[in-house]
């Protein structure tokens, strides 16, 4: 197998990452908006070429992800409508499907693109912030254009499958939908959030000194690329739209309760929000304080999160929860751990540090 990158940053070089460690024969091959994004990938390993822009070498792949910013993901359709075999399968891993849909539709390349989303990430950027287990247990959503011969969509699966991911075939309509709600609707409001909070500060800046962990919690995913959000903004506006009228209108129905000292009101919007919040697939069965929970990122194989558990047992550390991550975008680590009080969360970042274990906590 020839598999093509076009891009290659935090989700690009997780994918490629994921392909040299599960399928080691294959021959991966990859354009960079920055040189030295190519020279790290060749250096690690991880592509065989470096290919310049528009590299008629993409010619010979079996399969091409595009992996830079969404709409500039729309730019290479032409290019490589001219030069790829009539078996390869186009591919990208942008989180709005319509747009790109629509864009192949057009181009006739409706037997070859197979639209995708992993829903993993965070707000760290960059071939340098790759890693070949970021996929694991994520679900990675897969839309099949029309037209793509059924075998090589369960081709395409069982290749997402094999890097550790859990696949979820949807529509485009429905990818784009759930995703504005889920996804690009947070983002605007933390964006919003952050603004706001800019706007409303004290000239001693005394707001930004006493943001404490539940603001910078809410408002972390703020820190994502500026120009990637821009675009996706630009090409799922009609789903935006509809999901921000729907957040507007709970805002001012918030703002009318508080002003008419609506107890029971607000009582209401907070225990409606709370109860549905609880019921999110998570491995908790409610609200947690973040202090209490450690994020550690794990090769998902046999005996991994035994030794953990192990490991914190021999130190006589309680655990309250553990569970597995399947949507990781807003997460930093695969394997969360919830534990009883701050204390033991405390002991067990500094164990599994100093084992050279990647722990995040949020503060």
């Known amino acids: 197998m020839k598999i093509g990158f076009i891009g290659l940053g935090l989700i690009g070089g997780s994918i490629a990452r994921a392909l040299r460690k599960f399928h080691p024969d294959y021959e991966l091959m990859a354009s960079a908006h920055s040189r030295a994004t190519l020279e790290e990938a060749l250096a690690a390993g991880v592509i065989q070429t470096a290919c310049r822009d528009r590299d008629p ?28 075999k009539p078996s390869c399968i186009l591919t990208d891993v942008g989180s709005v499907k319509g747009e790109i849909h629509k864009a192949v539709e057009e181009l006739n390349l409706t037997r070859n693109f197979i639209g995708g989303h992993p829903m993993a990430g965070s707000e760290k950027t960059g071939f340098s912030s790759s890693t070949d287990y970021l996929l694991e247990n994520a679900y990675y959503v897969i839309t099949p254009a029309g037209e793509v011969p059924l075998p090589q969509v369960s081709a395409y699966v069982e290749l997402v499958s094999s890097l550790g991911a859990i696949p979820l075939v949807l529509t485009p309509g429905e990818h784009d939908y759930i995703v504005a709600a889920v996804s690009h609707l947070p983002h605007i409001a933390a964006s ?94 409610g609200p947690t304080p973040r202090d209490f ?71």
């Open 192 to 285: 919003c959030l952050v603004g706001a909070i800019a706007r409303l500060d004290t000239p001693e800046e005394r707001m930004k000194m006493l943001a404490a962990g539940g603001f910078r919690d809410i408002t972390r995913i703020a820190s994502s690329s500026p120009v990637m959000w821009e675009q996706i903004c630009l090409s799922n506006r009609e789903q935006i739209s509809k999901v921000l009228d729907e957040y507007i209108r709970l805002l001012f129905q918030a703002k009318y309760l508080v002003e008419k000292g609506d107890g029971a009101g607000l009582e209401e919007l907070f225990g409606s929000a709370k109860n549905y919040r609880d019921s999110l697939s998570d491995v908790t069965s």
């Open 293 to 363: 929970v450690l994020y550690c990122d794990i090769y998902d194989e046999a005996g991994g999160i035994a030794t953990i558990t192990t490991l914190l047992a021999m130190n006589s550390i309680n655990i309250k929860n553990i569970g597995i991550l399947h949507n990781r975008e807003f997460e930093d680590g695969v394997l969360r751990i919830e534990f009883y009080d701050g204390e033991a969360c405390q002991k067990a970042l500094r164990i599994l540090s100093d084992r050279n274990y990647t722990v995040h906590r949020r503060d």
């Open 57 to 84: 070498r993409f010619g010979e792949c079996d399969c091409i992800f595009l992996c830079a910013p969404v709409q500039t993901n729309l730019t290479y359709l032409p290019f490589l409508k001219e030069i790829i």
